[in-house]
């Protein structure tokens, strides 16, 4: 299994949709999660922290299984500026240990 | 609004050359980052400091790549000789601790 791995999509939603996103991650002991959003030829940006409760900003949810060692990221209502890579990023490491890993993103595009 | 730094923006440069890329980070921010990001290989971490301290270069090619941090203000990524394979856009990430991450506008590579 690789340490990260994310469907890389991509993803053509219309407006007004639901789309939700998937990410497994090899180490168990993993214990930071997180979504950042990069748009074409930008930089990433942190988009949410994800908590073991799940957690919710606006139209985004961000959920966590460890039992099946998956992260999730929801979006509702999509608008076309949800348009972008999102990157799915864990601290492989585990425990004290730091080893941030990104996986190589999930592409989507909405349309008008 | 304050944003992390990085010069040049783009460079292109012939296999053999030297190549010196510099990131100002966020002012306060105590920890930095350097990336390089592929088509194939995605975002890989490269080496990171914490108080200016290099904290881990495990990332980085070791004959070919250094990393610094002259002062606070200041974090330089060198590469000598430089490959084809190099070629990539490499992003400076600055924050206040090992996760919450800001990004710099990044340096796209090319080596022919």
């Known amino acids: 299994r690789k340490e990260v791995e994310q469907d890389p999509g991509p993803f053509n939603v219309p407006e007004g949709a639901t789309v939700a996103f998937n990410c497994t991650y090899s180490?168990?002991?993993?214990?930071?999660f997180f979504w950042y959003r990069q748009d074409c030829r930008k930089e990433p940006k942190l988009l949410m922290s994800?908590?073991?409760s799940g957690n919710e900003d606006g139209r985004f949810t961000a959920q966590l299984n460890r039992a099946s060692q998956y992260i999730s990221l929801l979006i509702r209502d999509s608008k076309l500026s949800d348009s972008a890579t999102y990157l799915c990023v864990v601290n492989i490491g585990g425990g004290s240990n730091y080893k941030l890993t990104f996986g190589k993103g999930t592409l989507l595009t909405v349309n008008p | 609004d304050a944003r992390v730094t990085q010069t040049p923006r783009h460079k292109v440069t012939e296999m053999g050359q030297e190549v010196t890329m510099r990131c100002q980070p966020i002012l306060g921010h105590n920890t930095v980052f350097w990336y390089r990001q592929t088509m194939m290989q995605g975002l890989e971490l490269l080496a990171y400091f914490r108080n200016r301290a290099p904290l881990d270069d495990s990332g980085m090619p070791k004959d070919r790549f250094s990393a610094e941090m002259p002062d606070a203000t200041l974090a330089t990524l060198k590469i000598q000789p430089s490959e084809p394979r190099d070629s990539a856009v490499y992003f400076c990430?600055?924050?206040?601790?090992?996760?919450?991450?800001?990004f710099g506008p990044g340096t796209r590579l090319t080596v022919t």
């Open positions: 180490n168990s002991a993993s214990q930071s």
């Open positions: 990430a600055s924050g206040l601790g090992l996760y919450e991450q800001y």
């Open positions: 994800v908590y073991s």
